[in-house]
């Protein structure tokens, strides 16, 4: 009997109704995903019976079990609906409904980020809009028509694209993680209840990437399934037929870097990551049940680390001086520039620190650690994919 092929894998994500309730699986559900790692483990502390001899006596079944996850995916091309395969897996980090902006013909724009529509544009600040290889956020509505950007098209636009935004709330959802397998009778997984803790997206690597982590209720496998209280199945889930499964991966050095208070366009970036983190925690210790009954986020941390070289010009100073001074800047990252290859991440308040410099190499590298973003409400970061 050969060896089960790591390659032989393949990835589904559903938004769950309701905690651990396991979402339906369709082929349109697959995800082109690097790696899943799940790891469970029973809370239960050593027993401290006297028995007579030093041998472990065991532990008994029914004990709370801790499970931790961790999918790891690149930045891909767009299903026809215009979101990301791993788009319940972006909601489930934010929390909030995705935001749906359908495109509209643009009857004017100006060189300070001023977009006017021929018809009234439905739009909320902090959404998105696109225009050829470009993306956009609204900072502010300025009347049914008009809307400021957080910075200025590069290019005029005549029509504005569409373009799905995902943005915070104050509850999250769950989701499910299917893990199938080739040979049909290989030992199949689903994670139910899945709370994603962390969201980490990186840029300028061979590719750009997004890391989903955090905890669910549980994992349920087709050699040891049961009629579970978890899940709420009566069978194990079968995988679905095979669609078509064609996906293009974005190269890592692709896309935009907007900073700064009037936001200019840099160039000088070399690397950045910007990591959501929910401070989630489970209804895990409750009595009468062995699994979580509930996600409970704590308070959301955003944060920003980038590393760009030195400049002497207004723009690069400019951000050193609000780093020292502690005033907000707005940061816009677009990964990808082709239509249906896009994501752009929008933080409208961000106090950058001070950075640290580097002068190992010939050029001379500012690095920025953690700058944490900051709002009034569920509105510190937006996440957009056009």
Request: charged fraction near 15%; hydrophobic fraction near 40%.
């Amino acid at each position: 009997m050969a060896y089960i092929n790591s390659n032989a894998n393949r990835f589904y994500t559903a938004l769950e109704a309701s905690y651990g309730q396991i979402g339906a699986v369709t082929a349109s559900n697959r995800i082109p995903a690097l790696k899943l790692t799940v790891q469970q483990q029973l809370e239960m502390k050593d027993r401290k019976d006297k028995t007579g001899s030093r041998t472990f006596a065991g532990l008994p079944a029914g004990g709370r079990r801790r499970t931790s996850f961790e999918l790891r995916t690149y930045l891909t091309n767009l299903q026809s609906s215009g979101s990301p395969a791993y788009g319940p897996l972006v909601q489930a980090a934010l929390g909030g409904t995705p935001l749906s902006f359908a495109g509209g013909t643009v009857s004017s724009s100006t060189t300070g980020g001023r977009l006017g529509f021929a018809a009234p544009h439905g739009l909320s600040a902090g959404q998105a809009v696109a225009s050829g290889s470009e993306v956009r956020f609204v900072s502010a509505i300025v009347d049914p028509s008009d809307v400021q950007l957080n910075a200025p098209f590069t290019v005029v636009p005549s029509a504005a694209n569409a373009a799905v935004t995902y943005v915070p709330a104050t509850n999250l959802p769950s989701a499910t993680i299917f893990d199938y397998w080739s040979p049909s009778t290989a030992v199949q997984r689903v994670l139910c209840g899945a709370g994603v803790d962390q969201m980490h997206i990186l840029l300028n690597g061979d590719y750009h990437e997004l890391h989903f982590s955090g905890l669910a209720q549980d994992v349920i496998d087709s050699s040891s399934f049961s009629n579970a209280s978890v899940g709420q199945l009566s069978s194990f889930p079968a995988e679905p037929a095979l669609g078509a499964f064609n996906f293009s991966v974005v190269p890592g050095n692709l896309g935009q870097a907007w900073l700064g208070t009037s936001p200019n366009q840099f160039f000088t970036i070399t690397s950045a990551q910007v990591t959501l983190k929910n401070s989630l925690e489970m209804r895990a210790k409750e009595f009468g049940s062995s699994f979580p009954r509930a996600l409970s986020p704590g308070q959301r941390s955003v944060t920003a680390t980038f590393d760009l070289f030195s400049q002497d010009d207004n723009q690069t100073v400019g951000l050193y001086q609000a780093a020292r001074q502690r005033s907000p800047i707005s940061l816009m990252l677009q990964l990808g520039d082709q239509a249906g290859q896009m994501m752009a991440v929008y933080l409208s308040s961000m106090i950058p620190e001070v950075p640290e410099f580097d002068d190992g190499d010939n050029q001379l590298q500012w690095k920025f650690r953690p700058s944490r973003a900051q709002g009034t409400i569920d509105n510190e970061i937006a996440v957009a994919f056009a």
